[in-house]
């Protein structure tokens, strides 16, 4: 990828979550208003390849932002080693692990598969060099 394509990446990336918003917003509207519950709702744990603070947040705000979907919380243990020496930020190590809950999850690994497309998506978008492979 390029960071001449980078621009379109994004657009790219915020008209598809537009979409997302629209069709979660329609399904939570729907359920609303009609008899019954379609909800069944889970709680995931995903394991992000995000990088740094930026992406992490704005991955955890875009899931909060989805009608149907709440970010928990986040589990940095295993992603925090020793900071170097000469006392900058700690390196990161592991994986974080993103804790998701969902209205519609159908099984956690649905919803994983949904997570990732939207985290893969999104680092396309604001990553120059674009999505990890």
Known sequence: ???LTWPFRCIGFFLWF?????????AVLKDNLTPGQDSTPGITAFDSQCRNDYEIT???ALITLTPGTLTLGLNSDSRVSQ?????????????LT??????????????????RDMETRMLRGIRREGAPS
């Open 18 to 26: 537009a979409k997302e918003m629209v069709t979660s917003s329609a």
């Open 98 to 115: 993103i804790y998701v809950h969902s209205l519609y999850s159908g099984s956690a690994d649905a919803t994983r598969e949904e997570l």
């Open 83 to 95: 900071a170097d020496v000469s006392g900058s930020s700690p390196a990161k190590t592991g994986p």
């Open 58 to 60: 704005l991955l955890a």
């Open 1 to 3: 990828m390029s960071w």
